[in-house]
């Protein structure tokens, strides 16, 4: 039963992870086929919980059975982002929103969008956008704030 219950909570995970642009009840069927797998190939003298080892296995199912079938999700994300570019409603909310950020938010925003920043992972393109504001002048208290003021944007657009 706990084995459910982490299968569930695994492919939760997952659908939010990819922004719920996976069906979620399929994501759930194919949990618990890769529960049902990760339990018979869990080996008790491995010192690994069993919910530990199944909550990898359903992961891992997960992430190879979607990024086939989306192609890494890229064709999916090129679409949604298409779409977000042809629609003038979402463009003036997003411009009157950047016209309301501070000044170092505005150049964090600038520096992402004009493909300055070459990181792929997200804690190193976050230090390197700290590290261009720092050179440009900006002290750290006010990148700080720059950074909590993008956060509580993108979570109030969730």
Same mark, same amino acid.
């Given at each position: 039963?706990?084995?459910?219950?982490?299968?569930?909570? !695994?492919?939760?995970?997952?659908?939010?992870?990819?922004?719920?642009?996976?069906?979620?009840?399929? !994501?759930?069927?194919?949990?618990?086929?890769?529960?049902?797998?990760? +339990?018979? @190939?869990?080996? +008790?003298? /491995?010192?690994?919980?069993?919910?530990?080892?199944?909550?990898?296995?359903?992961?891992?199912?997960?992430?190879?059975?979607?990024?086939?079938?989306?192609?890494?999700?890229?064709?999916?994300? +090129?679409?949604?982002?298409?779409?977000?570019?042809? %629609?003038? +409603?979402?463009?003036?909310?997003?411009?009157?929103?950047?016209?309301?950020?501070? @000044?170092? !938010?505005?150049? !964090?925003?600038?520096?992402?969008? @004009?493909?300055?920043? =070459?990181? %792929?992972?997200?804690?190193?393109?976050?230090? =390197?956008? /700290?590290?261009?504001?720092?050179?440009?002048?900006?002290?750290?208290?006010?990148?700080?704030? $720059?950074? @909590?003021?993008?956060?509580?944007? $993108?979570?109030?657009?969730?």
């Amino acid at each position: 039963m706990q084995c459910l219950k982490t299968a569930r909570q !695994a492919s939760y995970q997952f659908c939010k992870r990819n922004g719920f642009k996976i069906d979620y009840k399929e !994501a759930i069927a194919e949990a618990h086929l890769a529960m049902c797998e990760a +339990e018979l @190939t869990y080996k +008790e003298d /491995k010192a690994r919980k069993k919910e530990s080892w199944v909550s990898y296995k359903v992961h891992q199912e997960l992430n190879k059975k979607f990024k086939e079938e989306h192609n890494d999700l890229a064709e999916f994300e +090129e679409e949604i982002a298409i779409t977000n570019k042809t %629609n003038p +409603e979402k463009l003036l909310m997003m411009s009157e929103a950047f016209d309301s950020f501070s @000044t170092a !938010a505005k150049e !964090a925003v600038e520096l992402v969008l @004009t493909g300055e920043i =070459e990181s %792929n992972g997200k804690n190193a393109a976050k230090k =390197e956008i /700290k590290q261009v504001l720092r050179n440009k002048g900006y002290s750290w208290n006010k990148i700080q704030k $720059a950074f @909590t003021e993008l956060k509580t944007y $993108a979570n109030s657009l969730a």
